[in-house]
């Protein structure tokens, strides 16, 4: 695996491979990485002739300082297992390569950046957005993959690059998850044992809103019986449960307003925010 610091050098590498007409994959990271994230670095593999991964903990899309510090740093052991799954290039720049001065622009994505995550971590998306678009125009891949877990996140991506005309098709990966069903997610790295066992009521709730929602329980009905779940639990904070339109994030009174809804809900185990998802069917 080549492994590129600096920009100049990564993208004299790549014009060299799309001279030779090889397709490029790209899986942006933040690194800590886990099983989800090889299975996008597999599927890119599967698609392309060169697959490059990044790993960068952009700092603009961290609206918590203290989540910023405490967010996990494994450069090493990632590479090992970016190595190991046959990903061909690794981009790992630091913050000067990035932000050489202090980057003003700032994204707005309408009601698709308000909602969810947005109304809880606010700028959180300014920063995505920021980041991928430099990532984009450093790597010009022609395909990109990000975990249907960031299903907010791949949204604003899908709508950044109809906007600014990427010149890239956009892939939605599935989500995978540990055996009891909790989605992989770096962030599960920074849970203690107790913490760990906890954190599986987000995805028991959504399951359970799922055959509420099946069984024809209003949304209304069901968004109470899910805060109730979630604080009913010692140590775990809720921030949101919603039933959203996949295309646009807005909320749905009803179930029936599209042919598939998805589940999206976020909170606190501890200090540890987690987020997941699910569709209806
Ligand atoms: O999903 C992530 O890991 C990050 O938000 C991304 C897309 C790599 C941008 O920093």
Same mark, same amino acid.
Do not use: W
């Given at each position: 695996?080549?492994?590129?610091?600096?920009?100049?050098?990564?993208?004299?590498?790549?014009?060299?491979?799309?001279?030779?007409?090889?397709?490029?994959?790209?899986?942006?990271?933040?690194?800590?990485?886990?099983?989800?994230? !090889?299975?996008? $670095?597999? %599927?890119?593999?599967? +698609?392309?002739?060169?697959?490059? #991964? @990044?790993?960068?903990?952009?700092?603009?899309?961290?609206?918590?300082?203290?989540?910023?510090?405490?967010?996990?740093?494994?450069?090493?052991?990632?590479?090992?297992?970016?190595?190991?799954?046959?990903?061909?290039?690794?981009?790992?720049?630091?913050?000067?390569?990035?932000?050489?001065?202090?980057?003003?622009?700032?994204?707005?994505?309408?009601?698709?950046?308000?909602?969810?995550?947005?109304?809880?971590?606010?700028?959180?998306?300014?920063?995505?957005?920021?980041?991928?678009?430099?990532?984009?125009?450093?790597?010009?891949?022609?395909?990109?993959?990000?975990?249907?877990?960031?299903?907010?996140?791949?949204?604003?991506?899908?709508?950044?690059?109809?906007?600014?005309?990427?010149?890239?098709? !956009?892939?939605? $990966?599935? %989500?995978?998850?540990? +055996?009891?069903?909790?989605?992989? #997610? @770096?962030?599960?790295?920074?849970?203690?044992?107790?913490?760990?066992?906890?954190?599986?009521?987000?995805?028991?709730?959504?399951?359970?809103?799922?055959?509420?929602?099946?069984?024809?329980?209003?949304?209304?009905?069901?968004?109470?019986?899910?805060?109730?779940?979630?604080?009913?639990?010692?140590?775990?904070?809720?921030?949101?449960?919603?039933?959203?339109?996949?295309?646009?994030?807005?909320?749905?009174?009803?179930?029936?307003?599209?042919?598939?809804?998805?589940?999206?809900?976020?909170?606190?185990?501890?200090?540890?925010?987690?987020?997941?998802?699910?569709?209806?069917?």
């Amino acid at each position: 695996m080549e492994i590129f610091k600096h920009i100049t050098p990564l993208k004299a590498f790549l014009r060299e491979q799309k001279l030779k007409r090889r397709t490029v994959g790209f899986v942006p990271t933040m690194g800590a990485l886990h099983a989800g994230h !090889l299975a996008l $670095v597999g %599927t890119s593999k599967n +698609a392309n002739d060169v697959t490059v #991964s @990044s790993i960068y903990v952009n700092p603009a899309q961290f609206n918590n300082t203290k989540d910023l510090e405490k967010y996990p740093r494994t450069l090493e052991t990632d590479a090992a297992l970016l190595e190991k799954v046959g990903c061909d290039v690794l981009f790992a720049p630091d913050n000067s390569e990035m932000y050489p001065q202090k980057a003003t622009l700032k994204f707005d994505f309408g009601p698709l950046d308000k909602v969810m995550e947005g109304e809880f971590r606010p700028g959180h998306f300014s920063g995505v957005a920021l980041v991928v678009s430099k990532l984009f125009h450093i790597v010009e891949p022609d395909n990109a993959y990000f975990g249907r877990k960031d299903f907010q996140q791949f949204a604003i991506i899908r709508q950044l690059v109809t906007d600014l005309n990427f010149n890239l098709t !956009l892939h939605c $990966v599935d %989500t995978l998850r540990e +055996a009891d069903g909790l989605a992989m #997610s @770096s962030r599960n790295l920074r849970l203690n044992p107790e913490e760990r066992q906890l954190a599986i009521v987000f995805y028991k709730a959504l399951q359970e809103a799922r055959q509420q929602l099946k069984a024809g329980a209003t949304v209304a009905a069901v968004k109470n019986s899910v805060r109730q779940m979630i604080e009913a639990q010692s140590r775990t904070r809720f921030e949101y449960f919603e039933v959203a339109d996949p295309l646009n994030l807005n909320a749905l009174d009803n179930v029936r307003e599209v042919s598939q809804p998805i589940l999206c809900i976020a909170g606190y185990i501890g200090e540890i925010r987690l987020i997941d998802n699910m569709f209806l069917d």
